[in-house]
């Protein structure tokens, strides 16, 4: 079951873990929309190492407003970018 | 050394006449260990490799031609892209494709920061600008700068939406269709439609006019 | 990975030089690596997952991963996670080296 539904606010976890991570680093600590949810994928944190029985992991797809996510942004305020971002990588936001 | 040889049947850059670099060296060798151990065998490298050259823009293009002449067929091709490709014989597996429309409002733009993850089903192999360092780093922060080196100047009207594929996702773009091709056939539309339109960096335009009609 | 915990590869949102546009078509030898990878990722196989590939040129290093081509940085990948799956050994590695390079140009 998604922990997420399309159009709930969330906020993308701002860590740093060695290994591999597909939640680029400028999205970390952002908050965004959910767009839609894709569906469960193979987790890449534990393909990366070979561990192919790992539990499949929620996949989402977040639209970012740009001048969120760059307090620089040059461009149209409608402005946006969508970002794919596993279930674990995201935490819920009061409405607000 | 066998495989060696049909090498050159190929039209594709030959690197065999001039010195190894240290990796290419280590592709030979690499390859020729897997072979002789019987893990891969020369065959299959060469089939990969055609099948490879056998996928060009030209998939995307006839896919995008046919969303405009037929709109149901759009509709199943944003529901589902990769059922809609296999309507026309095209397989996009192991892809999970995704289309993301053009409209009068918002244009769509594709990158991948991390790697350089590529619709390569619909596309091909991705240009060299796609996977450099510069394409990866700016499109997501100044999309609309990027957009104007390639010559595509949007107005602030129109939304920029950058899509990084960042994860088990791959995109294409429908473009809108030009104005003034209403006696295009399927063939002519799918000409207009290049790589750069499908990846979001171009849109499509008329550089000519279909001629009179060429055939009755 | 920097000191804020960035990653290499990870670089979204950095400043960098204009668009290069020109066009080149991959090399011979850089279909082959990508024919390789893609036999060894699909069935039957599975030997490696594009997730492992993509961790060891993640691994490669900063002056690696600048320094060397898309392919370049595949085939180093693809070479150590056979090492490491035990596929080839280092010493087979290395005599097959000499030899390919002992062919001469």
């Known amino acids: ?96 | 050394m066998a495989d060696r040889g049909h090498d050159h049947v190929h039209a594709s850059p030959v690197d065999e006449d001039s010195p190894h670099s240290y990796h290419q060296t280590l592709e030979v060798a690499v390859r020729e260990l897997l072979i002789e151990k019987g893990v891969i065998d020369a065959d299959e490298v060469r089939a990969a490799v055609e099948e490879m050259d056998a996928r060009t823009p030209a998939r995307g293009a006839r896919v995008v031609a046919r969303a405009w002449t037929d709109p149901d067929f759009r509709a199943r091709l944003l529901a589902d892209a990769p059922a809609a490709c296999r309507e026309l014989d095209i397989d996009v597996s192991p892809a999970q494709l995704t289309v993301t429309e053009n409209t009068e409002d918002v244009h769509n733009v594709i990158v991948c920061t991390l790697c350089s993850c590529y619709p390569r089903p619909l596309l091909g192999l991705p240009p060299s600008w796609y996977k450099s360092a510069s394409y990866r780093s700016r499109a997501v922060r100044e999309p609309r700068a990027v957009l104007q080196e390639f010559g595509l100047d949007l107005p602030e009207t129109v939304a920029v939406r950058v899509h990084d594929s960042t994860a088990d996702l791959r995109y294409i773009v429908l473009p809108q269709r030009p104005e003034g091709t209403d006696t295009f056939s399927e063939d002519d539309l799918a000409a207009l439609v290049t790589r750069d339109c499908l990846i979001g960096v171009a849109v499509p335009r008329v550089t000519r006019t279909v001629a009179e009609p060429a055939s009755p | 990975m920097d000191s804020r915990g960035r990653g290499t590869h990870d670089i979204g949102g950095l400043a960098g030089a204009p668009i290069e546009l020109s066009e080149h078509e991959a090399a011979f030898w850089e279909k082959r690596v990508d024919a390789i990878l893609m036999l060894l990722v699909g069935e039957p196989r599975r030997l490696i997952s594009v997730d492992e590939l993509r961790r060891g040129i993640e691994q490669l290093g900063a002056g690696a991963y600048e320094r060397l081509s898309y392919y370049e940085r595949w085939i180093a990948s693809i070479t150590t996670l056979l090492l490491e799956k035990g596929v080839i050994t280092v010493d087979e590695l290395g005599r097959k080296i000499a030899e390919v390079e002992g062919r001469g140009a």
Not at chain 1, 10 to 19: E, I, K, Q, S, T
Not at chain 1, 31 to 57: M, Q, S, W, Y
Not at chain 1, 59 to 65: A, E, G, H, Q, W
Request: charged share 30%.
């Open chain 1, 1 to 96: 079951m998604p922990r997420f539904a399309t159009g709930d606010r969330v906020r993308v976890r701002a860590a740093h873990p060695p290994g591999h991570v597909r939640t680029p680093y400028y999205i970390r600590g952002r908050t965004g929309i959910v767009e839609r949810i894709c569906r469960e994928f193979g987790n890449p944190e534990e393909l990366a190492f070979g561990r192919h029985d790992a539990p499949k992991v929620m996949l989402y797809r977040v639209r970012f407003s740009q001048s969120d996510v760059w307090s620089d942004y040059k461009g149209a305020s409608d402005d946006t970018i969508d970002v794919e971002i596993y279930e674990h990588w995201l935490e819920e936001v009061a409405n607000g």
